[in-house]
C-alpha cells in the first residue's frame, strides 16, 4: 500500500526583485521547487517519506570585505522515518547561486539547514543518546569549516576583516570523535579563520568523567576590562590592525555544571595550552590542523 501527494513550491520573484532593479539585474532564470509525501506499509513494516524543497535568500559579504553577494540557496531534504526504527534518516543538498550563477552544492546526511552568517549550516537530529551534530560550511566557498556540536564563538578585530570561529565538538556527537584514534578523547575546539582551520585541540579524560559532553562555552577576559558581545568578543586593544596576532588576552571557558570548569587562553591568534586550567582528569594537546 502507498499513498502520497505532492505541493510545488516557486521562489517569489518579489525577492529577487528587491535586490535591485530589473533593469540592472537584467532577466534572471525563475526557480521552482517541489516537495512531496508518501507512506507505505503498516505496523512495523510503515515507513513514512518526506521531500522537502524550499528556497531562501541573504546578502553575503566577502571576507576581506571588499564586497557583497545576494545569495539564493536552493535546498531538499529528502527524510524517511521506519516505524521499526529510532530517528530519521536524512539526505539534504544545498545549491548555492548568486546573479544566475551556480556557485557550489553540498551534499549532507542533515535533518535541516539554513543560512548562519558568514556559513550555511545543517543540523543532524542525534539520536539514541548522541548529541545534535551541526556542520557549517562557509558559504562564500562552499568548503565544510567545522563541526560542533554547540553555537560558535567569534574572536574579532573591531574595524578589521579579522574574524576567527571557536567551534565545539563533542565525543557524543552524531559525528563523533575517532573512537580507535583516540579512545580518551573528549572533546575537540576548533580555532577556524573562514574555511580554514588555524588550531586544533584535543581534550582528553577517562570514560565515565561527565566531560564528553558538550559544555557552556564563553569568552572572558581575566582582567575584566572586556566583556563578550552576544556570540563575539572583539579585541579593542587591537582595533584597526588586521595582524592575527591581535587575538590575544582572551580566554575559552568551558563549563560542564558540576563536574569542572577549563579555561584555555587566546594568545597571538591560537590556543595557549601552556596556560591552560584544566580540571582534574582532564588533558589538552594539539592536533595537526585539518
Given at each position: 500500500m502507498?499513498?502520497?501527494?505532492?505541493?510545488?513550491?516557486?521562489?517569489?520573484?518579489?525577492?529577487?526583485?528587491?535586490?535591485?532593479?530589473?533593469?540592472?539585474?537584467?532577466?534572471?532564470?525563475?526557480?521552482?521547487?517541489?516537495?512531496?509525501?508518501?507512506?507505505?506499509?503498516?505496523?512495523?513494516?510503515?515507513?513514512?517519506?518526506?521531500?522537502?524543497?524550499t528556497f531562501a535568500t541573504g546578502r553575503l559579504y566577502a571576507p576581506?570585505?571588499?564586497?557583497?553577494?545576494?545569495?539564493?540557496?536552493?535546498?531538499?531534504?529528502?527524510?524517511?522515518?521506519?516505524?521499526?526504527?529510532?530517528?530519521?534518516?536524512?539526505?539534504?543538498?544545498?545549491?548555492?547561486?548568486?546573479?544566475g550563477k551556480t556557485l557550489w552544492t553540498i551534499h549532507d546526511?542533515?535533518?535541516?539547514?539554513?543560512?548562519?552568517?558568514?556559513?550555511?549550516?545543517?543540523?543532524?537530529?542525534?539520536?539514541?543518546?548522541?548529541?545534535n551534530t551541526m556542520r557549517s560550511y562557509f558559504a562564500w566557498t562552499g568548503k565544510l569549516a567545522f563541526t560542533a556540536t554547540a553555537d560558535p564563538l567569534f574572536l574579532t578585530i573591531p574595524n578589521t576583516s579579522t574574524r576567527r570561529a571557536i567551534a565545539y565538538l563533542s565525543a557524543y556527537s552524531v559525528a563523533g570523535i575517532e573512537g580507535e584514534k583516540y579512545p580518551r578523547g573528549t572533546g575537540l575546539i576548533a580555532l577556524v579563520d573562514g574555511d580554514r582551520t588555524v588550531d586544533l585541540v584535543l581534550l582528553e579524560s577517562d570514560e565515565g568523567t561527565g566531560f564528553e559532553w558538550t559544555p557552556k562555552l564563553a569568552l572572558a577576559d581575566p582582567t575584566g576590562a572586556h566583556a563578550q558581545s552576544g556570540d563575539s568578543f572583539d579585541l579593542w586593544?587591537?582595533?584597526?590592525?588586521?595582524?592575527?596576532?591581535?587575538?590575544?588576552?582572551?580566554?575559552?571557558?568551558?563549563?560542564?555544571?558540576?563536574?569542572?570548569?577549563?579555561?584555555?587562553?587566546?594568545a597571538a591568534g591560537t590556543f595557549d595550552l601552556a596556560h591552560a586550567r584544566l580540571p582534574a582528569g582532564m588533558t589538552a594537546r594539539h592536533l595537526p590542523p585539518k
Amino acid at each position: 500500500m502507498k499513498r502520497g501527494w505532492s505541493i510545488g513550491g516557486t521562489l517569489l520573484a518579489a525577492a529577487l526583485a528587491q535586490a535591485a532593479p530589473a533593469e540592472e539585474r537584467g532577466a534572471q532564470p525563475s526557480l521552482t521547487a517541489q516537495s512531496s509525501f508518501s507512506e507505505t506499509g503498516e505496523g512495523e513494516d510503515y515507513v513514512a517519506r518526506i521531500v522537502n524543497a524550499t528556497f531562501a535568500t541573504g546578502r553575503l559579504y566577502a571576507p576581506d570585505g571588499s564586497g557583497a553577494r545576494d545569495m539564493v540557496y536552493e535546498q531538499r531534504i529528502d527524510s524517511t522515518a521506519r516505524a521499526a526504527a529510532e530517528g530519521t534518516q536524512s539526505e539534504l543538498r544545498v545549491t548555492a547561486r548568486s546573479d544566475g550563477k551556480t556557485l557550489w552544492t553540498i551534499h549532507d546526511s542533515g535533518n535541516e539547514g539554513a543560512a548562519f552568517g558568514d556559513y550555511y549550516r545543517t543540523t543532524e537530529w542525534g539520536c539514541c543518546g548522541a548529541e545534535n551534530t551541526m556542520r557549517s560550511y562557509f558559504a562564500w566557498t562552499g568548503k565544510l569549516a567545522f563541526t560542533a556540536t554547540a553555537d560558535p564563538l567569534f574572536l574579532t578585530i573591531p574595524n578589521t576583516s579579522t574574524r576567527r570561529a571557536i567551534a565545539y565538538l563533542s565525543a557524543y556527537s552524531v559525528a563523533g570523535i575517532e573512537g580507535e584514534k583516540y579512545p580518551r578523547g573528549t572533546g575537540l575546539i576548533a580555532l577556524v579563520d573562514g574555511d580554514r582551520t588555524v588550531d586544533l585541540v584535543l581534550l582528553e579524560s577517562d570514560e565515565g568523567t561527565g566531560f564528553e559532553w558538550t559544555p557552556k562555552l564563553a569568552l572572558a577576559d581575566p582582567t575584566g576590562a572586556h566583556a563578550q558581545s552576544g556570540d563575539s568578543f572583539d579585541l579593542w586593544p587591537a582595533d584597526g590592525n588586521p595582524d592575527p596576532a591581535g587575538l590575544t588576552g582572551v580566554d575559552l571557558v568551558l563549563g560542564w555544571d558540576a563536574d569542572g570548569q577549563a579555561a584555555i587562553p587566546v594568545a597571538a591568534g591560537t590556543f595557549d595550552l601552556a596556560h591552560a586550567r584544566l580540571p582534574a582528569g582532564m588533558t589538552a594537546r594539539h592536533l595537526p590542523p585539518k
